[in-house]
């Protein structure tokens, strides 16, 4: 069932989402050569304390900590290690979500660690670019599958660096959000039978949308620790999420610390 938000509650989403866009800027900040992703968990336990917060991560289904961490190859649900070192050349994804009042913000980025390969670097482009078409291509009265199949068509229309084909993987994908963390409906970031499908989008739907695209295959498979996705083909992969709602002026980004206001006005103004 998908959960519809009063504008009040809608208010207190954007306070969460505002906990994780603080939290996620001060991660990418921690991000260096040497520092752990056990490390990176410390720092968002602080930053969660200071802003009177709970975690949505810690004890979901068992998950250890209040961060994902998920470095190079790893897609998803990486559990953050003192034996995990960050290393110059690395990416590392980093995904958190934060709840005030019972309502959850969800969001993710990839970042660079030290000096990165340039193929790793337009692959965290293009992922975090596909986002901003997905947000672009919803309107009010639209379809779920309009963000889809945007995510997916920014992708496939982007040159690959080593002449190979982007991987967008199917398995793991966005969600409905609000008093859970994961609700209806699912957000894939494909749509093989293009826009203009599923549920409407309404006022008051709030999703979270995250496109994972690797530099290789798009398969995955889960590590023994039951948790950690990775390539099939141990390729880089680059994952970044935002929580979003729609208003009569647009899309609404509510992990954006400006609401998505500047990553938006261009794509907007380009497509009328
Ligand atoms: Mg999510």
């Not at 596909?130 to 889809?148: K, N, Q």
Request: hydrophobic share 45%.
């Amino acid at each position: 069932m998908i959960q519809i938000k009063t504008d009040a509650e809608i208010a207190v989403m954007r306070r969460a989402g505002l906990v994780v866009a603080r939290t996620l800027e001060t991660l990418r900040a921690a991000v260096a050569p040497g520092v752990s992703t056990a490390d990176l968990d410390a720092v968002a336990r602080e930053a969660l304390a200071s802003e009177g917060a709970t975690p949505s991560f810690l004890g979901y289904h068992g998950f250890p900590a209040v961060i994902c961490s998920s470095v190079n190859e790893e897609i998803v649900h990486g559990i953050p290690s003192r034996a995990k070192v960050l290393r110059d050349g690395d990416v590392v994804s980093i995904d958190f979500g934060a709840i005030i009042e019972g309502y959850h913000g969800d969001a993710a980025i990839t970042v660079p660690v030290g000096q990165v390969p340039a193929e790793l670097l337009e692959l965290l482009r293009v992922c975090e670019e596909s986002l901003w078409h997905g947000f672009a291509a919803a309107r009010l009265g639209g379809r779920l599958s309009d963000i889809s199949h945007a995510v997916e068509s920014y992708v496939r229309a982007q040159p690959h660096p080593l002449g190979g084909s982007w991987g967008i993987v199917e398995e793991y994908v966005g969600h409905g959000i609000g008093t859970e963390m994961h609700q209806d409906p699912q957000v894939y970031n494909f749509a093989p039978k293009g826009p203009g499908r599923g549920p409407k989008l309404v006022r008051g739907l709030v999703l979270a949308v995250e496109p994972m695209v690797n530099l290789g295959t798009k398969a995955t498979r889960v590590l023994d620790d039951q948790w950690t996705v990775v390539t099939a083909d141990s390729a880089a992969s680059a994952h970044f999420e935002h929580t979003f709602t729609l208003t009569e002026d647009g899309p609404w980004v509510l992990t954006a610390l400006d609401g998505g206001a500047a990553r938006l006005a261009p794509l907007l103004a380009a497509t009328g």
